[in-house]
């Protein structure tokens, strides 16, 4: 499907590397992503073409998005319509051309939206405080916004494998709750889908796929340029997992996907209650009979 003739494709994908080891990653992101899009039913095939909001950040990961999106989309097995949204936040340094000059070169309908709400989260947040929280709310408001003023069904986000594990673990040390990131949420109002494509996307295979593409990486000097935020602790402890014993962030995300309701001790997702025994004959108190598991 990708092993096509260098005219044959968009120009996003112009001068990608010609190896092996690069087509074998790319392969690999279009596949998790369009798994991702089937199975968690992202696109309505059966009613009228959707339009999507497609978020650039300038960051490794959404341009990663783009890039996947639209080789589904120019391959035919997207039908939805793209736009993409850059929200510039008013960051001191913020290279507010870079983004417009690769979109118009690139051929990608486009978006620039200034909004300075970087002086809103450093005047709010305590000094000492983490930026993120605030500062995402506020983008995501902006984004809204963007999206019904444009007639947009849903925003997309870059959020990758490696982010909704982290998020996970957030929520599980700092939130006491298990939750994590959704790869499809209908928002408060019910009228904007929020998607992850990316959902099923390794953080690393993002970032050596962007390097290799020389797509023009943007860092954030906001929340990013933070020390000690419980996020990067997170990561770290996941990265130490993963040198240990290679393979674990996969585990740990298809054990997000295999669920079981009953054998979680919340009685909201499942009716303990109800639970009754259907065999004919008690077990008797000396059986040697190991009960099964379901």
């Not at 279009?30 to 960051?59: H, P």
């Not at 809103?120 to 500062?135: H, I, M, N």
Request: hydrophobic share 40%.
């Amino acid at each position: 499907m990708l092993d096509q003739p260098e005219d044959d494709i968009h120009a996003l994908f112009h001068g990608a590397p010609k190896t092996t080891e690069f087509r074998k990653l790319r392969k690999r992101i279009i596949r998790d992503t369009r798994e991702a899009i089937d199975r968690y039913a992202m696109v309505n095939r059966d009613g009228t073409r959707a339009r999507w909001l497609v978020c650039l950040s300038g960051g490794k990961d959404s341009y990663t998005l783009l890039a996947a999106l639209t080789e589904l989309q120019w391959r035919g097995l997207l039908p939805v319509d793209i736009l993409v949204c850059n929200l510039d936040q008013g960051q001191p340094g913020f290279p507010a051309t870079v983004l417009p000059e690769f979109l118009s070169k690139m051929g990608v309908p486009h978006r620039i939206e200034y909004r300075d709400t970087y002086s809103v989260v450093v005047d709010k947040v305590p000094q000492g405080r983490t930026y993120c929280a605030l500062c995402s709310r506020l983008r995501r408001a902006n984004l809204y916004r963007v999206a019904r003023e444009e007639g947009c069904s849903a925003v997309v986000l870059g959020h990758h494998r490696d982010d909704i594990l982290e998020t996970f673990f957030l929520n599980l040390f700092h939130g006491g709750k298990v939750a994590t990131m959704p790869p499809k949420l209908l928002n408060d109002e019910g009228d904007l889908f929020v998607l992850r494509p990316l959902a099923h996307v390794a953080e690393a295979d993002c970032d050596r796929f962007a390097r290799a593409m020389g797509y023009p990486i943007i860092p954030c000097d906001l929340c990013g340029s933070q020390d000690g935020l419980q996020r990067q602790a997170i990561k770290a402890m996941l990265d130490g997992w993963e040198a240990k014993a290679p393979g674990r962030r996969a585990k740990m995300f298809s054990a997000l996907c295999q669920v079981r309701p009953s054998h979680m001790p919340d009685p909201a997702l499942f009716d303990f209650a109800g639970l009754m025994a259907t065999a004919d004959q008690p077990v008797e108190a000396n059986s040697m009979e190991v009960p099964r598991l379901r």
